[in-house]
C-alpha cells in the first residue's frame, strides 16, 4: 500500500497520481505564472484526484471546484483582492472547471460570520492550510522556479492514499467537518470517516498541539 512506503516515495505517488489529473496540471501552471505571493493549490482537488485514482475512477471525477490560496497582508481590502480574483478569471478562462483564489491573510475578517466562530488572522498560507477541518485536507502543492513541485502536507500523505478522513480540531466547528465528510461518502463510499473526538483540543488550539510529520515543505 502506498500509504506505508516512506515519504519520499509517496511524495512520488503524490506526483504521478495529481499528475493523472489534467485540469489540475493546466491550473498549477497558469496559478504559477500569476505570482501570487505564497500560493499554493489547496484543498479537494488533491485529495480527491488521488482517492479517484487509488479507486480506478476518472481523475477529475466529483471535483467541484480547485482552490487556490496566497498570502498578502499588505493590502487587506476586499478590492485589492477581488483585483486578483479578476486576474484568475482571466487566466484560467477556458478551463472546464471552477477556480476560486482566496488571500488568506483576509480570512479573520469573514470567517466567524460565515463558520460562527472566530479565526485569528492567519500568518502565512501555510497557517491556513493546517486549520482545514479534516486533517486530510492539510495539503498544498504548487509549481516553484524550474518545474519543481513543492508540496507541503503537514500531516503526512498516508491518510490520503489509505482513504482515511481525519478529524482536525484546531478551527473548523464539528459540523462543519461532519458535513464535508458525509458529501464525500456519497462520493467515495471506500472512505474510512473517523468521528469527531469527545474531548477535543477545543476551537483555536494550538496547531502544534495536532500530530504533525515530517513531510511539510517538501519538493519533488
Not at 479534516?134 to 513543492?150: D, K, N
Not at 456519497?186 to 474510512?192: A, G, K, S, V
Not at 483555536?204 to 495536532?210: D, I, L, W
Request: proline residues 7%; contains cysteine; glycine residues 10%.
Amino acid at each position: 500500500m502506498i500509504g506505508r512506503l516512506p515519504l519520499d516515495e509517496q511524495l512520488v505517488a503524490l506526483k504521478s497520481a495529481l499528475s493523472r489529473n489534467e485540469v489540475l496540471l493546466e491550473v498549477l501552471d497558469r496559478t504559477a505564472s500569476l505570482a501570487l505571493p505564497g500560493w499554493y493549490m489547496t484543498a479537494g482537488c488533491l485529495f480527491q484526484t488521488v482517492w479517484n485514482v487509488v479507486t480506478g475512477r476518472q481523475p477529475t471525477r466529483g471535483i467541484k471546484d480547485y482552490d487556490v490560496f496566497y498570502f498578502d497582508n499588505g493590502d487587506l481590502s476586499w478590492e485589492a483582492e477581488d483585483a486578483v480574483i479578476r486576474a484568475g478569471k482571466e487566466a484560467f478562462a477556458g478551463l472546464p472547471a471552477e477556480v476560486e483564489i482566496r488571500n488568506e491573510a483576509r480570512v479573520h475578517l469573514w470567517y466567524e460570520q460565515k463558520f460562527g466562530v472566530p479565526c485569528a488572522p492567519h500568518p502565512s498560507t501555510e497557517a491556513a492550510i493546517d486549520c482545514f477541518a479534516a486533517t486530510t485536507c492539510c495539503l498544498g502543492v504548487r509549481l516553484e522556479p524550474g518545474g519543481r513541485w513543492r508540496v507541503y502536507a503537514p500531516h503526512g500523505l498516508s491518510d490520503v492514499f489509505n482513504l482515511v478522513v481525519r478529524p482536525n480540531p484546531v478551527l473548523a466547528p464539528k459540523e462543519v467537518y461532519e458535513k464535508k465528510a458525509a458529501r464525500w461518502r456519497q462520493q467515495w463510499p471506500e472512505l474510512t470517516v473517523l468521528d469527531w473526538p469527545t474531548a477535543s483540543h477545543g476551537r483555536g488550539a494550538s496547531q502544534r498541539e495536532a500530530p504533525l510529520c515530517g513531510c511539510g515543505g517538501g519538493g519533488i
